[in-house]
């Protein structure tokens, strides 16, 4: 997934406005897609308490893709995928995120606490190299980044203390 989600009020819209397209198949028992007409976005909402740690979702590439697009996640080095189930895509992009997507284990898992009503979010640079579509943040975060364009375009000082996956900490150490 790339860009355009934030879990701040006057956050970037998501891929999908409201009503732009056919709804995904329904979440889990676990999770709401909302529809959020003040933003011309949707986000995914737990709507139980999670700890952190839990897994969250299992999830498998819908489609495979060789190149990083607006609705992919980066699985490694060179690989991205459109994830499926096609709910995920709702989970918006945070500095502050509560939740991660990790390829090793194809699960979204918590981050942190998630309580009943949280919206879902995850840190895209934690997957993400570069992106198709980079934006500014605003997600309110006291560590907020500003500019989301993927791990290649950060310092390694500014991802400490982010959750990364396997294929950016390679590339970030291959750069180094």
Do not use: K
């Not at 934030?6 to 198949?25: F, I, K, L, Q, T």
């Not at 999670?50 to 819908?62: K, N, Y």
């Not at 893709?65 to 995920?88: F, G, N």
């Amino acid at each position: 997934m790339t860009p355009d989600r934030a879990n701040a009020p006057d956050a970037e819209p998501s891929h999908a406005a409201a009503g732009d397209e056919d709804p995904p198949e329904r979440p889990s028992a676990d999770f709401l897609v909302v529809a959020r007409p003040d933003l011309g976005q949707s986000s995914l909402r737990s709507l139980r308490a999670f700890a952190p740690g839990d897994p969250l979702a299992a999830f498998r590439p819908h489609t495979l893709q060789a190149a990083p697009t607006r609705m992919t996640v980066q699985m490694s080095e060179t690989e991205h995928i459109e994830l499926a189930p096609s709910w995920l895509a709702f989970i918006n992009h945070s500095c502050d995120p509560n939740a991660r997507f990790d390829p090793d284990v194809r699960h979204l898992v918590a981050e942190r606490a998630i309580a009943p009503g949280d919206e879902l979010t995850f840190f895209y640079p934690s997957t993400e190299w570069s992106m198709a579509t980079p934006f500014d943040c605003r997600c309110g975060a006291a560590r907020c980044l500003g500019r989301i364009d993927g791990a290649a375009r950060l310092d390694p000082a500014r991802l400490a203390g982010f959750w990364l996956s396997g294929h950016v900490r390679r590339l970030l150490a291959a750069r180094n």
